[in-house]
């Protein structure tokens, strides 16, 4: 319609996008410390995780006995989801990888998965 084009326009153009983005990268940028936070509290030490400058994407590269598309089953079954390296690659590699997506604010939920995921990771261990 002619009038949500209008408000869209008007949004654009006198910064209402360019605030709503810093908005969000602020935002974006606390949780991401919150959650390698919480990652430092719950997995392995040997997790390792990338840091981007972008996105709500996190990385966790976890030890090599942890086995990602188990974790992912057993997660699942306990409410928590998070996406195992094995999706994102066409040879089924990354097999002790996780993406992590930080784009839910920290709350008791979100702690108890961690603690359920690092939980369940210990319980690997040869």
């Known amino acids: 319609s002619t009038i949500a084009q209008a408000a869209m326009a008007d949004f654009l153009q006198h910064g209402g996008y360019d605030r709503h983005l810093r908005k969000l990268r602020t935002k974006f ?3 991401q ?3 390698l936070h919480l ?3 719950y997995f392995p030490a040997e997790t390792q995780v990338t840091r981007p400058h972008g996105g709500y994407f996190l990385w ?3 030890p090599e006995h942890v086995d990602a598309l188990v974790l992912f089953q057993q997660a699942l079954a306990q409410g928590v989801s998070v996406a195992p390296g094995p999706m994102f ?3 089924r590699q990354c097999r002790h990888c996780i993406r992590i997506n930080y784009s839910k604010p920290v709350d008791a939920p979100v702690e108890q998965a ?3 995921l ?3 990771m210990d319980a690997m261990r040869p």
Do not use: D, K, N
Request: hydrophobic letters at 45%.
């Open 33 to 35: 410390h919150q959650y």
């Open 118 to 120: 690092g939980r369940l």
């Open 39 to 41: 990652i430092a509290q």
């Open 114 to 116: 961690f603690r359920t």
């Open 89 to 91: 690659s066409v040879r």
């Open 60 to 62: 966790a590269a976890l």
């Open 29 to 31: 940028e606390l949780q």
